[in-house]
C-alpha cells in the first residue's frame, strides 16, 4: 500500500488536496532528514568500533609473532651457552610502570588468551544453490584455514535437491576438505515441501534441524555450539570467531543473543559496473548504521551466528511466505518468542562478500536487478512484525482476531511493550523509505512546482485562486522549507560515502592485507556518478514492484543470480 500511496499522492496530490500534500511532504522530508544523520553518526560508531577491532587484532599478531621468536631465540641461546653468565633482569621502577599507556593496555588485552584452546563448536551453515563449486571450495577454505578448525569447526554443507548435480557437487567439496574439520555434514533439502517457501530461509532451516541432529547423535554438547549462518560466498576471518567467542563469554545470557557482524564487499568490486558497486557500498554502509543500537534492537544481513540452544528454543527458522528474507526474520522471531529477551550482539569484524558478476555489462547490471528483487522481497517482514507486535492473528476463516496478548513467559523484558514500539519503528523505516523515497525525493517537489507553477498558462493545471501557495503566506512558508530542505537531503548520504572512503581503504590494507594499488583510489569517486541510476534500478523500482506482488502473490519463484568465480589453482 505504501508503494501505491506514493505514486498516488505524487501525481494526485498537488491535483487534489495541495495543503494536506505540502504538510506531508515537509514531515516526511524533516523524518527522513533526521534519520539520515542518525545513520550517519551510527555508521561512524560502527566504522570506528571496526577499526578499533582490526587494530587490536593485528597487535596482538605482531606480539605473538615476537614473544615466538623471542622464545625460539632464548631456546636456543641456552641450548648453546648452558654454562655462560646470565644478565640480571631489570629492577622496574615506578617510572617504568608510569609509561605504559593507554595504547599498550589495548594490546596487551588483545594479546591475553589469544592461543587459549576454545571449548565451542562452531557449526557454519552454508546454503547454496546452482552456486559454482569454486566459490563453495573457496569459502569453506577460508574456515578450514583458521587455527581450530580441526578440533572445533563443523561444516553443514546445505544442499538443495531441486538443483541438478548437487550430490556429484557435494561429494566432491567432502572429500575435499576430508581432514580439515572436526565434522563435515551434507543435508539435502527436499524440493515442494507442502507450506514452504522456497529460498535460503526453509534450505537453512532443513539444514540446521538435520545438522543439529546429526552433531547431537555424534556426542556433541548442544550448550557448546554456536551456528554461525553464512552466504555461499562469505569470506570469515578468524578475527570474527575470536570476537564472537570472547562476546558470547563477556554476555550475561549468550542463549538469547544472535551475533552480527557488518557485510563488506572487497572481493571483486572493480569487477563490476560501478553501478553495482555504488549499491552494495550504499547497502553495506546501511547495515553497518543499523548495528550501533543501544538497546540490542538490530538486525544481521546475511551472516549471523546464534546459540544452537536458542534455534531450538525459538524452533529453528520459519519456512513460509512471511519468511522470505531469513536474516531479518530470525530476529524478529528470536525477538517476539522470547517475549522481548532476546537481542543482537553486534560484532565489529566484517565479513567479506562478493559483489554479483556475470559475465558482460548489462547482463552484469540485469543480475544485480534480480537480485535486489529477491531482497525486497522481505517485505513480508512488515506483516510479520505488526501480527506479533499488537497481538493480532489470522483466524481459521481469514478474519482478524485479536491474540490473546498475556505474556507466554515470566522471563520477558520489562520493556517488551516499548521494544516492541522500536523494532516497528525500524522494520517500517527498512521497507517503506525504499519504496517511497525514490519517488517523493526525486519527482515530489519538481512535479508540484510544474503543477502550481506551470511554464506558460497554456499547460496551467491549477487555477490560481485554488493554488494554496498563492492564497494563504502559511503555504507558502511551508513550500520555501520544503524545498530548502530538499537542498540538504543527500547530504547525510555524502557524509557516510566520506567515512565508507576511509574505512574500505583502511580494512583492505590491515586487515585483508592488499597493496594500494588494490584497493580503492581517488578514480572511484567517479563512481559517484552512478548514483542516481542505482538508487532507481536497484532499490526504488525492485522495492515497489515487491510491496505491490506482496497485495496478490505471497509465492515467487526461487531465482539466485549468477555469481561468476575464477576459482585460483593450488
Given at each position: 500500500m505504501a508503494a501505491i500511496s506514493s505514486i498516488l499522492l505524487l501525481l494526485l496530490g498537488p491535483l487534489l488536496v495541495p495543503r494536506f500534500y505540502l504538510v506531508f511532504l515537509l514531515l516526511y522530508f524533516i523524518i527522513f532528514l533526521y534519520t539520515q544523520i542518525n545513520h550517519v553518526f551510527k555508521f561512524w560508531i560502527t566504522s570506528s568500533l571496526m577499526m578499533k577491532k582490526?587494530?587490536?587484532?593485528?597487535?596482538?599478531?605482531?606480539?605473538n609473532e615476537k614473544t615466538t621468536t623471542t622464545t625460539t631465540t632464548t631456546t636456543t641461546g641456552n641450548n648453546n651457552n648452558n654454562n655462560s653468565p646470565t644478565s640480571p633482569s631489570p629492577t622496574p621502577t615506578r617510572e617504568r610502570y608510569n609509561v605504559v599507556d593507554d595504547e599498550r593496555m589495548d594490546e596487551m588485552e588483545a594479546s591475553l588468551k589469544l592461543y587459549e584452546e576454545s571449548h565451542f563448536i562452531h557449526s557454519f551453515i552454508v546454503p547454496n544453490y546452482a552456486e559454482p563449486e569454486g566459490l563453495l571450495r573457496d569459502t569453506i577454505k577460508r574456515l578450514a584455514n583458521h587455527r581450530n578448525a580441526q578440533t572445533n569447526y563443523v561444516i553443514i554443507l546445505a544442499m538443495e535437491a531441486s538443483e541438478l548435480g548437487h550430490g556429484a557437487k557435494a561429494e566432491s567439496l567432502a572429500e575435499y576438505f576430508k581432514d580439515s574439520f572436526l565434522h563435515f555434514i551434507i543435508t539435502v533439502h527436499p524440493a515442494d515441501i507442502p507450506g514452504e517457501s522456497r529460498g535460503k530461509g526453509s534450505n537453512v532451516s532443513y539444514a540446521a534441524r538435520v545438522g543439529c541432529s546429526e552433531m547431537i547423535r555424534r556426542g556433541v554438547d548442544r550448550r557448546r555450539v554456536i551456528l554461525t549462518i553464512s552466504d555461499s560466498d562469505s569470506s570469515i576471518p578468524e578475527l570474527y570467531v575470536h570476537e564472537l567467542e570472547k562476546s558470547f563469554n563477556q554476555a550475561e545470557d549468550p542463549y538469547f543473543l544472535l551475533y552480527a557482524p557488518p557485510i563488506f564487499f572487497s572481493r571483486n568490486c572493480f569487477d563490476v559496473p560501478a553501478a553495482v558497486r555504488m549499491t552494495d557500498i550504499t547497502w553495506s554502509a546501511m547495515v553497518m548504521a543499523n548495528l550501533?543500537?543501544?538497546?540490542?534492537?538490530?538486525?544481521?544481513?546475511?551472516?549471523?551466528?546464534?546459540?544452537?540452544?536458542?534455534?531450538?528454543?525459538?524452533?529453528f527458522w520459519d519456512t513460509d511466505a512471511d519468511s522470505v528474507g531469513e536474516d531479518m526474520h530470525m530476529m524478529l522471531k528470536c525477538f517476539f518468542k522470547t517475549d522481548g529477551m532476546a537481542r543482537c550482539q553486534p560484532i565489529f569484524v566484517p565479513i567479506n562478500l562478493t559483489n554479483v558478476q556475470t559475465n558482460g555489462y548489462m547482463s552484469n547490471m540485469h543480475a544485480r536487478y534480480v537480485q535486489a528483487k529477491r531482497h525486497y522481497n522481505g517485505i513480508?517482514?512488515?506483516?510479520?512484525?505488526?501480527?506479533?507486535?499488537?497481538?493480532?492473528?489470522?483466524?481459521?476463516?481469514?478474519?482478524?482476531?485479536?491474540?490473546?496478548?498475556?505474556?507466554?513467559?515470566?522471563?520477558?523484558?520489562?520493556?517488551?511493550?516499548?521494544?516492541?514500539?522500536?523494532?516497528?519503528?525500524?522494520?517500517?523505516?527498512?521497507?517503506?523509505?525504499?519504496?517511497?523515497?525514490?519517488?517523493l525525493m526525486f519527482a515530489a517537489v519538481p512535479l508540484m512546482q510544474f503543477v502550481l507553477f506551470p511554464p506558460h498558462s497554456m499547460v496551467a493545471i491549477v487555477d490560481p485562486a485554488d493554488n494554496p501557495i498563492l492564497t494563504s503566506d502559511f503555504y507558502a512558508t511551508l513550500w520555501n522549507i520544503v524545498k530548502i530542505i530538499t537542498v540538504f537531503l543527500p547530504f547525510p548520504l555524502f557524509g557516510t560515502l566520506a567515512i565508507y572512503e576511509y574505512l574500505h581503504r583502511y580494512v583492505d590494507r590491515e586487515l585483508y592485507r592488499k597493496q594500494k594499488s588494490e584497493g580503492r583510489t581517488w578514480r572511484n569517486c567517479f563512481d559517484y556518478i552512478s548514483l542516481p541510476i542505482a538508487a532507481w534500478l536497484f532499490m526504488t523500482i525492485p522495492s515497489t514492484i515487491a510491496a505491490l506482488k506482496r497485495l496478490y502473490k505471497t509465492n515467487d519463484q526461487y531465482i539466485v543470480s549468477e555469481k561468476f568465480f575464477e576459482e585460483e589453482r593450488d
Open positions: 582490526i587494530r587490536q587484532w593485528n597487535q596482538s599478531q605482531r606480539i550501533s543500537n543501544s538497546r540490542g534492537i538490530a538486525f544481521p544481513c546475511s551472516t549471523y551466528s546464534l546459540s544452537m540452544v536458542l534455534a531450538e528454543r525459538v524452533g513480508a517482514d512488515v506483516s510479520y512484525t505488526l501480527r506479533n507486535a499488537f497481538g493480532i492473528s489470522e483466524g481459521s476463516n481469514n478474519e482478524i482476531l485479536i491474540a490473546n496478548t498475556k505474556k507466554s513467559s515470566m522471563y520477558a523484558s520489562p520493556t517488551f511493550w516499548f521494544d516492541k514500539l522500536i523494532i516497528c519503528i525500524k522494520v517500517l523505516e527498512a521497507h517503506m523509505i525504499p519504496v517511497t523515497s525514490g519517488w
